[in-house]
């Protein structure tokens, strides 16, 4: 069993949709969760970033954790085309300036149709 | 947020050349930087933790003498891919921390083909 479970899609939605983008995990040790976006053939960029359970609001984006349940969420509002890329859940024990790694999920592709 | 530059982002080699990659924060220095590699519709493994001015720290089942992983200042790091084969061919993507900050910024990735 992998530490960290993402369904890879595609997710396809049309323009406007609600997305919800999910992960598993089987570490209870991890207390920092992140997600991330990548275009094809690009480097992740940071979206959201949370520490233990909550919520936390960035925009058309919404982060949860529910540490309870080992399951974290990402939602994005009023998707546009230009969403459209794979999303990266990760996640640390600790701080990785302190020497923790990130695990990373394989990876959502979500497509956002016209 | 900081920047990271990656370079080259495309690179194709023939087998059994050696082909470096570098690695710059831009606009903060970088106590630790990590090197991934991420296959086609896969998630990013991490190869290798790098230090500045100490030795990296590589993974299990990363071969050092193949990754040569040089820290030489806080806003450098390389990459070398030695005696490169076919079988090395993948996407490269390193990335960043500033001190002890917990947020990963990563670069904009190099695709490694080795002919």
């Known amino acids: 069993q992998k530490e960290v479970e993402q369904d890879p899609g595609p997710l396809s939605v049309p323009e406007g949709a609600i997305v919800s983008l999910n992960c598993t995990y089987s570490?209870?040790?991890?207390?920092?969760f992140m997600w991330y976006r990548q275009y094809s053939r690009k480097g992740p960029e940071l979206l959201m970033y949370t520490y233990s359970s909550g919520n936390k609001e960035d925009g058309r984006f919404t982060a949860q954790v529910d540490k309870s349940s080992k399951y974290i969420s990402l939602f994005i509002r009023d998707s546009q085309p230009s969403d459209s890329a794979t999303y990266l859940c990760a996640m640390s024990e600790g701080l990785t300036g302190g020497g923790n790694k990130l695990t990373f999920g394989t990876g959502t592709q979500l497509k956002v149709e016209l | 947020g900081a920047v990271v530059s990656q370079h080259p982002s495309w690179v194709i080699c023939k087998s059994g050349t050696s082909v470096k990659i570098e690695c710059r924060s831009l606009?903060?220095?970088?106590?630790?930087m990590f090197w991934y590699r991420q296959f086609p519709k896969q998630s990013l493994m991490l190869m290798a933790t790098s230090n500045e001015g100490s030795k990296a720290t590589y993974e299990q089942g990363v071969e050092k003498d193949k990754f040569l992983i040089n820290h030489a200042s806080l806003t450098l790091s390389t990459l070398t891919v030695t005696s490169a084969h076919p079988e090395d061919s993948s996407f490269y993507i390193c990335s960043a921390i500033r001190d002890t900050s917990e947020k990963l910024f990563f670069g904009s990735g190099t695709q490694l083909s080795v002919l």
């Open positions: 606009d903060f220095q970088a106590t630790t």
């Open positions: 570490n209870s040790a991890f207390q920092y």
